[in-house]
């Protein structure tokens, strides 16, 4: 009973003592929106749209680790195209680094 008891305190615990880190806010279908020190990134599609991130490379990385492109980001605000097959990559912009699904 003890044991149990134990158990039950720990993880009602664990589960208000963790915060809970959320790495993409559902916009709309199929839109996903990252936010990590000023630099926005917004995936729809094969479309990246890229904010806060101006004289910066944007990477694209396949899951094995290949690197499939790299963008240098000119302006503030820069739409960029994919042009890559359906699947998943890895997107790096400095420090920023997501894993996003093209379809």
């Known amino acids: 009973m003890k044991k149990t ?3 039950f ?3 009602l615990t664990l589960m208000f003592a963790v915060p809970s880190l959320v790495a993409a806010v559902p916009v ?3 839109i996903e929106e990252f936010i990590d020190d000023d630099i926005t990134i917004t995936v729809h599609g094969q479309t990246v749209m890229v904010t806060g991130a101006q004289g910066k490379t944007l990477e694209v990385v396949s899951l094995t ?5 790299a963008e ?7 739409k960029i195209e994919l042009n890559v097959p359906k699947g998943c ?3 790096k912009i ?10």
Do not use: D, F
Request: aromatic letters at 2%; zero cysteines; proline letters at 6%.
């Open 5 to 7: 008891l134990l158990i």
């Open 28 to 30: 709309a279908p199929g």
């Open 89 to 91: 990559y890895i997107l």
């Open 9 to 11: 305190s720990m993880s």
């Open 72 to 78: 240098k980001i000119e302006s503030p605000a820069q």
């Open 94 to 103: 400095g420090k920023v680094v997501r894993k996003v699904s093209v379809r």
């Open 65 to 69: 680790g290949r690197r499939i492109m």
